[in-house]
């Protein structure tokens, strides 16, 4: 894909509402279950919703997860059943057999068609069989793929204890983030370090992130000497974060905008919007946004920077004046687009599942900063892109990398395009200064292999005529 | 309600699929939910299918919902027979949108005023029915639905091949081994003097569908998938059909032997029982195997059967007849057609189990004690638990069962493939035991010296627990690029910090 | 003296035997003590071979020793002439009785002056020279005579083969996946239109070995087996050879490029860059897999590469060149050829080890931690004590390298078996590693509460002893159904008499 | 075979000095080094035995045995190095790596060629080093497969302490078994088992037996008052059993002569000479015999006996009337003749390597008593068979079961003769009462298996013609 040096333009939004792939948000019970150690999660749905799970996320190495189907049959379709009954014979087996903390109830499109009313089930029977429930719509007629954790999330932060429990607060950490950074630590020494910390109004973090990430955000705030009351997931539900009005709450993907709204609408809580802890420049410039809303001076973060910059340039020779064009599929994409923009490669076209312009404006703002500095042109945003159309404009643009769904992956591989799979930076610990290399260790994977292989002529493996 | 960890079948809307995206040049439209069109991720995962997978969703989201979905289904279709120019466009819904009980057929006939190509709604109850049982039918139903047009239109071949000739029913996309058991079958109609006149649905064109009625004779190699379309054209076209799974020496040579009958009463004079010989005991090295030192050392040992019909009926015979291997138990999952499965396999083995939950088998393993399990990949996890070696023998498909290798499961290469996976199945947890008898005896500190050559640093205990939360493959590399850097820097404490230092310094 | 734990090639009378009992009627006496003739117990039970090895051993014993062995080794020869019949009796010292210094070349004279069939002594020193050597000397004496034999008697033919035709030589039992490999090479020269003149030694007969100048060219698709017949035939004959191993997409259309480029050179016209394109592209699926996502996501891994020099080079060019995989360490035993193994992987990997000692290669591998091992059953071991997945890739053979169903690693079938293996090398190992990580968090408590359903008895120290003493994959049953025959007969402790009758009463 | 009933006569035999095959007596390293657990045990020989031992014995799957070969290069051939030194260097090396309680040397065949002086070197560098040496002469110009263990047993037996270590004698339980037997009990229950042994001269058994069956049979002979003084060998070699003048010794199995011959002649023990404790038969002659020599009253052993018998009725009736041959290969021939014609078998040959009369002598009077009881045919004993000779016997005679080495297991099945494989009894369990069922287990197997194959008409497997 040759460049034609455009000059920098405002972003420009369209929305095909094609008939786009991506993946159901049931699959957030994938990871969520996985973060929350003491949960459970049943996803009430069909035979398609289930087998979804097993087959197409790549769970089926687990013989028995911490989640399973309420397979929906055809009474309980028919309304022959009652919902009621049915879902407290299942919890109470869950119980029996597992004694959660939490039953998370995932609704489905069925359940969503069918008019079931979870909502007002759950409390009834969280009651009555003595375990917590909560209740999320993860349903792919209003949402996709990685908005699944948006909703539990959201529905989460209504079982977060309004005010911190007096009596215990100085016997015991409460918070997970703080009990795991003063392992083993003596007592005097984690009293002492307190002092480390500036004082602000309590922040909240939302955002589930593999544990290691969550400790290397919670330290990088630290050293600027800001503390992290509790994050949005704990490792545990019973270790749900203290939200108490008036506390600040900061995002760390930028899916998560009903959790968001519902911590500053329900829970009465400040967010601070700023670009996503993804890349160095996302990273600083979260870190940054934080940091001015708590009015702290943030310390050697341009160095920081920098320092990093330096040290992925080995990776990034590989991709500056690449192009990349992004199909659509995890609502990640500004965050990476910007973030490989910064890198050097151009971008045409990002298609994302979901826009809240709101939720994502300093994202989209610093996204357009980054094109103007790196003097490419302002890629287009295609909301619920048309695969079948975005294939056609990928055959004209020919960019250097797609980085697209699963369903797409090798065709476009057998036609000479590289490809990277999105789910990758869903799974993958992309978040904050130290994990930028890896954002580059999979997004230039392919260019890596490819250049390797281009020169044994094996560009394009598909015949005009079937295979033999 | 039913709660449920884990399905051996899928739901009907992937039956359906399978069939429509089998066939060269058909498309399917799926009328559902955003996320249900995974059948695309799997058929370009597991199959690393190079062409774009036949099917497109016509997405239902909350605004399709409110307006009804009539317009936008019938755009879709509509739209892909100008952008593809299918033959044949199947629509489908899914267990969540046939809920609408909209009036799909109504969408179908208005859709192909429009279109060129044929139309057609399958036409499968999706809570009754499992992906196996929608497969059948929906195959049996674009067979007739060929073979009804090709009537009216008078296009019906009514001649015979001139030389004894065979469609092999069955072969579809993600089937378990699907592809290899097909060119075996090739091979052998081809060393049998038959002609393959169709193969379906797996690279059929339906217009050739019309043809079917010139063969001799059906194939029919799974239970699962093919018996409706067979019954269907036995009834229609009084075609015979032959319903052996060649699987195993002893069921290759009746499935062969039934074949001889059925083409000689046609008029063919052929005498295959020279052929089977020869293939028998020097050819194919199933028999021998059987015979073998190796296979005596098996004689007697417990063996656990689980898997959809086809599989665990030929697995259990096999292993009974041909190995003699004490099967204790032998199930399917293929619940609507057990009668059949108990009639097949009760004379081998001491227990049958029927069921779909995959909990009930897993105890019953626990129970038995095998020595080694052949079933699905959920049965080689519970051995994996277990510690019981587990060979996979059937569906639900994983990536594993599409081997780039030639591995089919039928014919006589396929009794070799077989032998191999009986052997190994016992041998490689043999291994595996043999090394736990002597365990205590093999030391084991020498050859793992060279790993740890004792670190002159400390980890305090926060850097230790999160080392211990790297996952292990790759954390023996981080521990030493990060001891590394702290030596290098003069650290004599590895603390947090010095490990996320390293990791942005060298990459640790 | 050598202190040595492990062998990777040999002792040289095996090099010996594999060639005589890889042709077809030809035996051998091996003059040896008794033991030394596990050659046989090595061909009957790894290859699994139906017929007696035809190989006797002429015993030395201490009354041998003092009278001197002439009568006996000649008896034996002139005896097995007689029972036998074989075209060629080739005689063998091993490592022990060459030491002897008789004048075995004396024994063979006088015992062929009472014989109808040829005899020969193998020339080989057991102390300097390992199996693959000596292997290749004997074929290369085993030819010579024939050939000069045949030129004495003038019926040397001097015609070609009318169209283009080849040898494969250095086919030989208990060759790493010699038989499959040879299957494949001579479907490959079906393909191109090539007449396999003769294949040696496996399955030749010596009163044929005079033909071998007819084709036009030879093969030796093995660097370690055949080369010296090549060079010779090419020095006394003119024959030109192909000595490029055709393993690997990319190394395979060499082969056939430098086939074409030999047979042209005698007159004919031949292109084979269709085939070359279409089998790369279409047929084989190694060069798409390679391409595919699933490779993609091997990209850097770090994978050692050991074995002999055929296949360890083979392997770190494909591992390297084809599949984007980093080799870190390339490394073969076949230390008397190591110049040409650095010459042709220096350039693929990070690193080169020749050598035969072991405990060399474990630490490297240690150090190296690959994601990955490509190696012997050696190297597979090390892996397994450092918990890194190893595919085989080389002798020292195993039964495993004997597999029923079809396995080569040469040509296009070759490439998909050899794609197959690296992924399943990394795969099952990250499927364990994925266990791993997740492993907190997926209760294993559930599907194992079928085993151990609480036990109301106890086990006194003594028997809980001796219960720990049974194998792991017999001490559930044993527990199981001695705690059944306790609480039967209403014993509340099992002690070790109770132990016992157990197990007489109902075998425990 | 349809068996022509002859009058019972005495044993006969033959000797054909023949080409046959058995394996290497170095062969016996394979299960001592896993029985004499802190032994290390070096073989002194050509690349031909390490590769035996590697790839023939099967024991390829050891990374790291507690064995190695001393291999002999051109150097040692010719007398060119110094054998003491190149031997001190390995087993100064051996020493570091592993250090074991004794490193036993195995000679082989060129050792005996060359004449290298291991009786000579051995007790030099066991001063010099520090730590025991037992050379043993394992090799195939005088010795036959399991006769491997007889040669490290008889030059084990120099080793064991001629007085009980008075000071410890109370102290500490010096014999392995017995502190097996007594392992977690209290000292009193100790001493007060001791009544339950009957007063006789000390008695030591030998040959090397795995663990689960030295305490059956030590079991056994404590059921009559017998107590057992130790095992040659011992789990450990610092726990070699104290051998005094005039203890008994009894041997547990027939391959065993020269180890009788020492205990006697060197060690002045008495030897118990008895039939073998292999069947129950065996067993209950063998406890017999060592009762009646001791002077004790053998308690139940003919309903013992009895017991046993009717528990294996389900085996024998698959064998009773059918014939067995034996080609002959670890010396245990006599003894499982024995017992099978016991079972109703007959058998026309049993091919031995090696028939030491006397040693054998009670149980080659069983072997005869039993064929008179059973009425049938007494077997020729060939010593040194020739294999090519046994081979066209068996195809005369038809037997129902060859059991043979490895060799000729599966050309013969390939011919439709049943086979069992000879090694497999070496290594299986097969002493004592309860494990008689064991032996039928083997023995019975193919019979089992190849009843079922019959059906299928797989009966010959090879053709005239080459195969295909």
């Known amino acids: 894909m040759t460049l034609a040096k455009e000059q920098p333009s405002a972003l420009n939004f369209e929305c095909e509402t094609g008939n786009y792939h991506t993946f159901c948000p049931i699959s957030c019970v994938a990871w969520l279950y996985q973060k929350i150690e003491d949960s459970f999660f049943l996803v009430i749905g069909t035979k398609t919703c289930g087998y979804f799970l097993q087959n197409a996320m790549g769970v089926m190495i687990f013989a028995e997860p911490r989640y399973a189907m309420a397979e929906l049959e055809e009474g309980d379709i028919s309304a022959k059943l009652n919902d009621y009954e049915e879902l407290k014979r299942l919890c109470l087996q869950i119980k029996r057999d597992r004694n959660p903390s939490v039953i998370v109830w995932i609704g489905t499109c069925t359940t969503e068609i069918i008019k079931m009313d979870l909502e007002g089930l759950g409390p009834r029977l969280e009651a009555e069989i003595g375990i917590p429930i909560v209740t999320a719509r993860a349903n792919g007629l209003d949402y996709a793929f990685t908005q699944g954790e948006d909703t539990v999330l959201a529905a989460m932060a209504h079982k977060c204890p309004t005010v911190a ?66 994050w949005l997931p704990s490792k545990r539900f019973t270790e749900l974060p203290v939200i108490e009005q008036g506390y600040y709450t900061a995002g760390v993907n930028p899916f998560l905008s009903r959790t968001a709204t519902t911590l500053m609408r329900r829970r009465k809580t400040k967010l601070i919007g700023a670009p996503f802890p993804i890349g160095p420049d996302g990273t600083r410039a979260w870190i940054e946004k934080i940091c001015s809303v708590l009015e702290i001076e943030p310390q050697g973060l341009e160095e920081r920077e920098a320092k990093i910059w330096a040290s992925l340039e080995d990776y990034i020779k590989l991709i500056r004046s690449k192009s990349v064009f992004f199909m659509g599929d995890n609502l990640l994409e500004i965050s990476l687009a910007r973030f490989l923009i910064r890198c050097g490669m151009s971008c045409h076209e990002i298609g994302i599942p979901y826009m809240d312009k709101r939720y994502q404006k300093a994202e989209l703002d610093l996204l357009e900063k980054t094109c103007n500095e790196m003097g490419v042109a302002i890629p287009t945003i295609v909301e619920k892109p048309d695969n079948y159309n975005q294939i056609q404009r990928i055959y004209d643009l020919k960019p250097d990398l797609v980085i697209t769904g699963m369903a797409h992956a090798n065709p476009l591989e057998a036609r000479g395009i590289n490809t990277k799979w999105s789910v990758e930076f869903t799974f993958a610990q992309i978040h904050g200064f130290t994990n930028a290399r890896d954002i580059l260790e999979l997004a230039t994977r392919p260019l890596r292999r490819n250049n390797n292989l281009k020169e044994l002529g094996w560009d394009k493996l598909v015949q005009e005529e079937a295979n033999v | 309600m039913k709660l449920a960890y884990w399905m051996y079948a899928g739901p009907a809307h992937i039956g359906t699929l399978r069939i429509a995206s089998s066939f060269k040049n058909v498309h399917a439209i799926m009328h559902a939910p955003l996320g249900d069109d995974y059948f695309n991720v799997m058929r370009s995962m597991l199959e690393r299918e190079r062409d774009f997978t036949p099917v497109t969703a016509s997405i239902v989201d909350r605004n399709v919902l409110a307006r009804g979905s009539q317009e936008k289904v019938i755009d879709n279709i509509t739209r892909k027979d100008k952008e593809e120019n299918p033959d044949l466009i199947v629509l489908t819904p899914t267990c969540t949108s046939s809920i609408l009980q909209e009036d799909l057929e109504n969408f179908v006939t208005r859709a192909s005023m429009d279109t060129k190509g044929d139309v057609l709604l399958a036409d499968v109850n999706h809570y009754r029915y499992n992906e196996l049982q929608a497969a059948d039918r929906t195959l049996h139903q674009t067979v007739k639905f060929y073979l009804d047009k090709a009537k009216k239109k008078d296009e019906l071949p009514t001649d015979k091949t001139e030389i004894p000739s065979v469609n092999i029913i069955g072969i579809s996309t993600l089937g378990f081994h699907n592809q290899h058991d097909c060119t075996e079958l090739k091979r052998l109609m081809a060393e049998l003097g038959i002609a393959v006149n169709e193969v379906i649905p797996d690279g059929a064109s339906v217009h050739n569908l019309k043809n079917l009625p010139r063969a001799w004779f059906n194939l029919v190699p799974y239970r699962e998938l093919g018996m409706m379309t067979a019954e269907y054209l036995k009834s229609e076209f009084d075609m015979p059909y032959v319903d052996i799974t060649p699987m195993g020496v002893v069921e290759t040579a009746r499935c062969i032997r039934k074949i001889q009958q059925v083409i000689n009463a046609q008029g063919a004079e052929v005498d295959y029982e020279k052929y089977i010989n020869n293939q028998t005991l020097y050819v194919s090295q199933a028999a021998w195997f059987s015979r073998s030192i190796d296979c005596q050392n098996l004689t007697g040992k417990k063996a656990v059967v689980f898997g959809d019909n086809t599989h665990a009926v030929a697995m259990t015979k096999i292993l009974a007849r041909e190995m003699g291997i004490h099967v204790v138990l032998a199930g399917t999952y293929c619940k609507y057609d057990s009668d059949w499965f108990r009639e097949q396999v009760s004379e081998y083995c001491d227990e049958v189990l029927i069921s779909e939950d995959n909990a009930e088998i897993g105890d019953a393993i626990a129970r038995h004690e095998p020595s080694a399990i052949f079933g699905t990949q959920m049965e080689r996890h519970v051995g994996k638990r277990l510690d019981i070696p587990c060979g996979v023998i059937a569906a639900p498909i994983h990536i594993q069962n599409f081997p780039i290798g030639y591995k089919p499961f039928m014919g006589y290469e396929g009794t070799n493939q077989i032998a191999d996976l009986v052997y190994n199945s016992f041998t490689l947890g043999m291994e595996d035991h043999l090394l736990e008898i002597f365990g205590g005896h093999d030391t084991k500190e020498v050859i793992t010296k060279g790993i740890s050559a004792g670190s002159d640093l400390s980890w305090d205990k926060e850097a230790t627990g999160e080392l211990g939360k790297i996952p292990g493959f790759v954390r023996g590399k981080v521990k030493r690029n990060t001891e590394k850097f702290a030596r290098e820097r003069g650290f004599a404490v590895i603390t947090l910090e010095v490990m996320y230092a390293a990791k942005e310094s060298v990459g640790a």
């Not at chain 1, 409460?174 to 007592?187: E, M």
Request: aromatic fraction near 4%; avoid cysteine.
């Open chain 1, 165 to 230: 429990p007096k009596q215990e607060a100085e016997k015991k950490e409460r918070n997970a983030v703080s009990s795991l950074l003063n392992f083993g630590r003596k007592k005097e020494e984690v009293t002492q370090e307190e002092s480390e910390y500036k004082d602000h109004t309590p922040l909240v973090l939302f955002g589930s992130l593999p544990d290691p990430v969550v400790t290397n955000l919670t330290l990088e705030l630290k050293k600027q000497g800001v503390k992290v009351s509790g």
